[in-house]
Every structure is written in structure tokens, then in C-alpha cells.
């Protein structure tokens, strides 16, 4: 993939990216594979590819979304997927990026600071976040980070009731739901919609899944890590 294919598909999928935008979004993308050469942060190195795979595969979680003005968190973050993606193409979104690994966050957070980005960066496991931060975004996204159920008791907990939680998935995301239905059930909240997408020259597919908060979470979740993954809901 190139600039002017990244332009043409998220414009397809009325997703606002011009020149300047698209020329940021290429600097970061190149700024991760310099880390890359020393942090380990990512398997693919080709350029094209990974605008493809990283940049537009996160872009696309803007997809029927105006993030203006909302309170968002991207709970994985890890090198900056989908996060300082969704901040480039609409940077009057108020975003924070979740990490537990010091090394990846201190990147994302001098990189803020070297480009005057208005982003915001927290070291934490989500678990423990969740416990001093109930409630308090409009939006949650995790990209590649977990099962759907286990997703769920880690960020529900950080959603206000009638957010979203936007998990993108690639092609077992309708498995992952059925197996699910008890986490939503016990965290109050419920798929609202799946939109299925085609990355535009690898065909692979990616499903983003909106799942709405309908009432307040039980303050027995989040759980610790290890009980989570031991016996999911």
C-alpha cells in the first residue's frame, strides 16, 4: 500500500485523510521501524505492507466514528496501534494510550512531546487502571491485544455506561462473540453492530465489533490478570 491508496480507501470509507495527514501518519510509521531496529516492536519491517497491516488496519476503527471531543482510551497500545493512528486522523479526540511496558509508552510519550501532539500516555496493566479510572471514556479500543472475553472484563470497567468498546478483530471475531455471551451478560453490555472490512491488497478480513454499556459495571470487575485468563466469564 501507498499514500495515495491509504487516501483513496479510508476516503471510500469516509474517513478523513489528506496529504498532511497521510504524510504524518507515513513519519510514524517510520519512526516505529527505527524503534524497531532496537526495541523489537513489531515483526513486520516492509514499508508497504506495513501501512497496509498497522496503519490503515488501525485506521479503519474510525469507521462510522467522529471521536471529536470524546474521551478515548486504547487499552495494548503497545507501539501506538490503533491509538496515535485514530489521534492523527482527528486530533480533537481526547486520547490516551495504555501500556503496561515502560520502553513502549516512554516512545510513544517523547514522540508526543518531539511533535507537539497532544496525546496522552499511561504505564499501567488495564486491570489495575480500571480500578481508579471506572467510567470515564466514551470510547475503548483494543487491537490484537486478547480473546473477546477477556477484552471485556478489562475495559468494560473503563467505559461509561452508554459507551463503546470497539474491539478490531480479524476473521474468528463471530467465534470469539458466541463464546462470549456470558462476559456480556455479567459486565451489562451487548454487541450493538459488526462492520466486516477487507484490507484493499492483502484481502484479509477484519471485523470491527461496537459493543455498548447499557448500566454500570459490578466493582468486582476487573479481576486480577491471572484469575481472568484462568476462568474467563
Known amino acids: 500500500m501507498n499514500k495515495e491508496l491509504l487516501i483513496k480507501e479510508l476516503t471510500k470509507r469516509d474517513i478523513s485523510c489528506n496529504e498532511e495527514t497521510a504524510d504524518e501518519l507515513i513519519k510514524f510509521m517510520r519512526h516505529v521501524l527505527a524503534w524497531n531496529e532496537k526495541f523489537n516492536l513489531t515483526a513486520i519491517k516492509d514499508e508497504d ?7 490503515f488496519d488501525s485506521a479503519i476503527g474510525l469507521t462510522d466514528l467522529d471521536l471529536s471531543n470524546k474521551k478515548v482510551l486504547d487499552v495494548g497500545t503497545g507501539a501506538g496501534f490503533p491509538g496515535v493512528v ?17 520502553k513502549k509508552i516512554n516512545l510513544l510519550k517523547n ?50 455506561v452508554g459507551g463503546t468498546f470497539i474491539a478490531l478483530k480479524g476473521p474468528g471475531a463471530e467465534e470469539e462473540i458466541v463464546q462470549s455471551q456470558n462476559a456480556l451478560k455479567k459486565l451489562n453490555c451487548r454487541v450493538n453492530k459488526i462492520i466486516v472490512d477487507e484490507l484493499p491488497e492483502s484481502s484479509e478480513t477484519r471485523n470491527i465489533v461496537y459493543i455498548v454499556k447499557d448500566k454500570e459495571t459490578n466493582k468486582k470487575y476487573p479481576r486480577d490478570y491471572k484469575d481472568i485468563k484462568k476462568l474467563p466469564l
Open 49 to 55: 505492507t506495513f501501512l497496509e497491516k498497522m496503519i
Open 111 to 160: 514522540y508526543a512531546y518531539d511533535n507537539d501532539f497532544g496525546y496522552h500516555t499511561v504505564v499501567a496493566r488495564a486491570e489495575d487502571y480500571a480500578r481508579n479510572n471506572r467510567e470515564q471514556y466514551d470510547y475503548v479500543f483494543a487491537r490484537a491485544v486478547a480473546p473477546l472475553n477477556i477484552l471485556l472484563e478489562l475495559c468494560l470497567p473503563l467505559l461509561k
Open 86 to 102: 485514530l489521534y492523527l486522523l482527528n486530533k480533537k479526540a481526547n486520547i490516551t494510550l495504555l501500556d503496561s511496558t515502560a
